[in-house]
């Protein structure tokens, strides 16, 4: 098994330009989750997703989209990126939360990391 | 509302000397509780969880934590630190729908 995977693991952007980061997990997880790690603050909580076909905010999704249109994948989109965005980025897989023994329990991806010129 | 209070933001120590990184929580019901390290430019990986089956947890790496309800605390410890050792250690908590609240993190030196 692969795990959790991400594409590209490396982007340059200029301001304004667009891009989608790619998600993939082969754990037939529930949940999918998104994201950004910036030094001193530990990671934050982009977007999410419970099950295919859903998405939900989390506690820093302005400037970002995301989609699930299949149950393995989780996209992670910049319309117009800005140089506040320049970050790394985590996608990370679980258990459905009601599920006996999930405990919550969330497997990483390797990051990706992006910086905005 | 849940959080999570790494109390350190950066620990040094001698290699072979004990580490203790210090986790404080706070949660309305019974938590689950992680502890995970990133090595530079590295993901994250799981050291150890507690789901409430035992107070102590053991972990990878000769790593271990012991969940306290009374001090709402889950410190981080080893006998004996590793060069390898060297990482940014997060404290994790997670709730009731699915989501991770992380601390801020604890870098760990190892001084040879």
């Known amino acids: 098994n692969a795990g959790v995977?991400?594409?590209p693991k490396f982007r340059v952007l200029k301001t304004g330009q667009s891009m989608t980061l790619l998600c993939a997990q082969d754990m037939n997880h529930?949940?999918?989750?998104w994201y950004r790690q910036d030094p001193g603050m530990g990671l934050r909580l982009i977007h999410?997703?419970?099950?295919?076909?859903?998405?939900?905010?989390?506690?820093?999704?302005?400037?970002y989209n995301?989609?699930?249109?299949?149950?393995?994948?989780?996209?992670?989109?910049?319309?117009s990126a800005a140089p506040s965005?320049?970050?790394v980025y985590f996608c990370a897989s679980g258990w459905d939360a009601g599920r006996v023994n999930s405990y919550n329990e969330q497997f990483f991806g390797p990051g990706t990391r992006l910086t905005v010129l | 509302a849940q959080s999570v209070t790494q109390?350190?933001?950066h620990v040094s120590v001698s290699e072979g000397t004990?580490?203790?990184?210090?986790?404080?929580?706070?949660?309305?019901?019974?938590?689950?509780?992680?502890?995970?390290?990133?090595?530079?430019?590295?993901?994250?990986?799981?050291l150890l969880k507690y789901t409430s089956a035992a107070t102590l947890v053991k972990g990878i790496n000769g790593f271990e934590a012991e969940f306290k309800k009374s001090e709402t605390s889950f410190h981080l410890t080893k006998p004996s630190a590793h060069m390898s050792d060297a990482a940014e250690y997060f404290c994790v908590v997670g709730n009731q729908g699915g989501k991770l609240i992380f601390g801020q993190g604890t870098e760990l030196s190892v001084k040879p």
């Open chain 1, 85 to 87: 965005q320049t970050s």
């Open chain 2, 7 to 9: 109390l350190d933001s």
């Open chain 2, 18 to 46: 004990p580490v203790l990184l210090r986790c404080n929580y706070s949660s309305s019901y019974s938590p689950s509780l992680f502890w995970y390290v990133q090595h530079p430019n590295k993901g994250l990986q799981l």
């Open chain 1, 48 to 63: 999410y997703s419970v099950g295919e076909g859903t998405t939900a905010k989390g506690e820093v999704p302005d400037g």
């Open chain 1, 30 to 33: 529930e949940y999918m989750y």
């Open chain 1, 5 to 7: 995977t991400q594409t």
């Open chain 1, 66 to 79: 995301v989609s699930r249109l299949k149950k393995q994948n989780f996209l992670l989109g910049l319309e």
